[in-house]
């Protein structure tokens, strides 16, 4: 192993002579911090924990063994030693990945819990192929007074779609059909009636206040249904 600024090539335990000579050479960091060492952003191995002795003797000797590495038998490595003079380890942070897949749903839209939206504009979210992947490309305007008590409504439209909008409690059930019935064209050429969750309750009074509504003075879940 070369000096603390020079990488070195480090070798396995032993390498059959027969292991193929197309494996990918790889370079791994090996951090010496205070208390410990680390491989790449590997956890940290205690200098004080004898579990560890071995390991560092085979370090010591320029060697290593193959599952601290990460490398098969006879596979080629660089191992860099980056010296950190009186630091302690800190576990780097752990970087997102965001999820490449595909997803399905299951059965039908369920009403999700109501959420809270800090603008006066309230965004209609298209349906997708894949829930998680939702856009705000259409928006509709609801007229809300900050100075007013405002609730929030999550919507489920009969295609799937789900809306959420801020309201004030001096609002109506009407406005708020009004605002579904503006979302898109289905449901402007369909009629349809809109509908409380837990229980399921028929919002059949338009002139009611929200904050009237038992059911939404706080906010909450609103389904479309198609008669």
Do not use: C
């Not at 595909?102 to 109501?114: E, I, M, V, W």
């Amino acid at each position: 192993m070369g000096g603390d600024d020079a990488p070195s090539r480090l070798l396995g335990d032993s390498i059959p002579p027969s292991q193929s000579p197309s494996i990918t050479r790889v370079t791994r960091l090996l951090h010496l911090w205070s208390d410990g060492f680390s491989v790449d952003d590997g956890p940290l191995h205690r200098f004080d924990d004898p579990a560890n002795a071995p390991t560092l003797a085979l370090i010591n000797q320029g060697r290593a063994p193959l599952s601290l590495l990460g490398v098969q038998p006879g596979q080629e490595v660089d191992l860099q030693v980056i010296p950190h003079k009186d630091e302690k380890y800190v576990q780097p942070k752990k970087v997102y990945k965001p999820f490449a897949g595909s997803g399905q749903r299951l059965g039908s839209p369920t009403p999700g819990p109501s959420g809270i939206n800090t603008t006066t504009m309230s965004t209609v979210e298209p349906p997708s192929s894949t829930p998680a992947e939702e856009s705000d490309s259409t928006t509709q305007t609801v007229n809300v007074n900050d100075s007013e008590p405002v609730i929030t409504l999550q919507i489920r439209l009969g295609d799937g779609t789900r809306l959420r909008s801020r309201f004030n409690v001096s609002h109506t059930v009407g406005n708020v059909y009004d605002f579904v019935g503006a979302a898109n064209a289905e449901s402007r050429s369909r009629s349809f009636v809109l509908m409380t969750t837990f229980p399921s309750k028929e919002l059949a009074d338009k002139f009611v206040k929200l904050g009237e509504n038992d059911d939404l003075k706080r906010g909450g879940v609103v389904v479309q249904k198609w008669t």
